[in-house]
C-alpha cells in the first residue's frame, strides 16, 4: 500500500449522473452521451465508406471539441450552484456538439445530397423536412438534457448551440461548398490536392457525390442487386444439376 493516496477525476465526457426515479432523467441521460456516440460512428464510417465528407466531418468535430475547451478556459466561467458537474460551463460543449453535427449535416443535405424521388414532390420535400426537423430535435433535446440534468445554465447552453451551429456551417463552407463551386480557389485546389494523391488513392479516398447525387447509395445498391439476381440464377442451375444427377443415380442403383 502506498503512503500517499492518488486524487483521481472523472471524465465529464462519459460520467452522467442522474435521478433514478425518473424515466425522463433517464433518457436524457443516454441521449446526452450522443456525441460520444458520434465519434464512434464516424470513424466506422470513415474506414467504411472512405468518403471524404464524413472524414472532413469527423475533423471538424474534433477542431470543435478543441475550440470548445478553449473558449472555456477563456471565459472562465462556473456551472449553476448545484450542478453535478465539475470544471468551467461557458460554452455547454455537449450543446456546442450537437449544434456543429447538426448543422453540418443539413448544410450537407441541402447542397450536395439529393435523395431519390418517391414521384411526388410534396412527398419528397416532407421527407426532407422531416430530417432536418429530427436533426434539430436531437441537437435540441441533447441541450435540453444538459439543463435538466443540472449540469449547465440556459446561458451556457444556448451559447453552446450558438457557437455550434455557426462554427459548423463555416466549416462546410469552407471544407465542402467553397472548394466545390469554386475549384479554382486555394480551398478549391486544396480539396483537389487531398483527394488526387498517391496515398488518397492508396487508402481508397474519394467523393461519390462528384459522381452522384445521392453519393452512390442507389447505383450501390442497383449493383447489389444485379449480382445478387445473377447469383440466384446461378445457385439455381447448379441446384437443379445436383438433384438431376441424384435422381440418375438413385435410378441407376434400382435398375
Known amino acids: 500500500m502506498s503512503d500517499h493516496q492518488v486524487s483521481r477525476a472523472s471524465l465529464e465526457l462519459t460520467h452522467v449522473l442522474y435521478d433514478p426515479s425518473s424515466v425522463t432523467s433517464f433518457f436524457l441521460a443516454l441521449l446526452t452521451l450522443s456525441p460520444i456516440l458520434l465519434m464512434a460512428s464516424y470513424a466506422a464510417l470513415s474506414v467504411y465508406t472512405r468518403e471524404l465528407v464524413i472524414i472532413e466531418m469527423w475533423a471538424g468535430q474534433f477542431i470543435c471539441e478543441g475550440l470548445n475547451w478553449v473558449l472555456k478556459r477563456l471565459v472562465k466561467q462556473d456551472r449553476p450552484e448545484d450542478s453535478l458537474g465539475h470544471g468551467y460551463g461557458f460554452p455547454s460543449s455537449h450543446s456546442q456538439n450537437m449544434g456543429y453535427f447538426a448543422s453540418f449535416l443539413m448544410c450537407h443535405m441541402y447542397f450536395r445530397h439529393r435523395f431519390a424521388t418517391t414521384g411526388h414532390g410534396t412527398l419528397d420535400k416532407a421527407w426532407r423536412l422531416f430530417l432536418y426537423l429530427s436533426l434539430a430535435a436531437w ?24 457557437i455550434g451551429i455557426i462554427y459548423g456551417v463555416s466549416f462546410y463552407a469552407a471544407t465542402e461548398l467553397i472548394p466545390i463551386r469554386r475549384p479554382d480557389s486555394i480551398l478549391g485546389r486544396i480539396r483537389r490536392t487531398i483527394l488526387l494523391n498517391p496515398l488518397s ?13 445521392d453519393g452512390g447509395r442507389a447505383e450501390e ?33 434400382e435398375l
Do not use: F, N
Open 139 to 162: 441537437a435540441g433535446i441533447v441541450a435540453y438534457s444538459r439543463y435538466r440534468l443540472t449540469y449547465h445554465t440556459p446561458h451556457q447552453i444556448l451559447w453552446g448551440l450558438g
Open 201 to 213: 488513392e492508396w487508402i481508397e479516398l474519394k467523393d461519390g457525390w462528384l459522381v452522384y447525387p
Open 221 to 253: 445498391w442497383k449493383l447489389w442487386r444485379e449480382r445478387l439476381d445473377r447469383g440466384e440464377v446461378v445457385h439455381d442451375r447448379l441446384h437443379r444439376s445436383i438433384t438431376a444427377e441424384r435422381t440418375l443415380k438413385k435410378g441407376r442403383k
